[in-house]
T-cell receptor
């Protein structure tokens, strides 16, 4: 039969506005979280990470917030630019995977920035 | 420094043919991961190696898939025989000792099996 592609959640923002991308993770035992950006035709690119002993971490124009109570992760992008348009993935690492960095990826959110 | 290098960038083949995807790790990295990306299933981990040793191959779909690390800097993912449902983008990623959660991805191989 005909296959149906997965429709990614989409966030559309105006250039210069702040963006907030949300992610619900599945495993309460995960101890490490990471956000990747994937542009069309390219591999995922690291943005920012956070360990479970923190609830906030800031980078250049980006902030990651972690709420372990409700298993929620968010990525905030300040002053969003057209170059930020991409698909954003969150990923978690369950603590049992101590050897190697086995990451479990979310489905992704497509960010579209309007000039 | 060069990032993770994958080849070929695109591969079009016919059902039943053997396909070999190649990956060169970032110099100094010792962990290697093969992921597959499709619209239906997103990014799926197929297999990963630590210091050339396969650690977890539970994501490998079936016996048609095999992966090797003949040396510390290079890996291959082979599909034999290939099927149309194998069509996807295959990514290789590497990470370094002590920072082994942060993966660095290659540009991927777009595989189309007709």
């Amino acid at each position: 039969g005909e296959s149906v592609g997965l429709h990614l959640p989409t966030l559309s923002v105006q250039e210069g506005d702040n963006s907030i991308i949300n992610c619900a993770y599945s495993n309460s035992a995960s101890d490490y979280f990471i956000w990747y950006k994937q542009e069309s035709g390219k591999g995922p690119q690291f943005i920012i990470d956070i360990r479970s002993n923190m609830d906030k971490r800031q980078g250049q124009r980006v902030t990651v917030l972690l709420n372990k109570t409700v298993k929620h992760l968010s990525l905030q992008i300040a002053a969003t630019q057209p170059g930020d348009s991409a698909v954003y993935f969150c990923a978690e690492k369950p603590s049992i995977y101590n050897q190697g960095g086995k990451l479990i990826f979310g489905q992704g959110t497509e960010l579209s920035v309007k000039p | 420094d060069a990032g993770v290098i994958q080849s070929p960038r695109h591969e079009v083949t016919e059902m039943g043919q053997e396909v070999t995807l190649r990956c060169k790790l970032i110099s100094g990295h010792n962990s290697l991961f093969w992921y597959r990306q499709t619209m239906m299933r997103g990014l799926e981990l197929l297999i990963y190696f630590n210091n050339n040793v396969p650690i977890d191959d539970s994501g490998m779909p079936e016996d048609r898939f095999s992966a090797k690390m003949p040396n510390a800097s290079f890996s291959t993912l082979k599909i034999q025989p290939s099927e149309p449902r194998d069509s996807a983008v295959y990514f290789c990623a590497s990470s370094s000792q002590g920072h082994n959660e942060k993966l660095f991805f290659g540009s991927g191989t777009q595989l189309s099996v007709l």
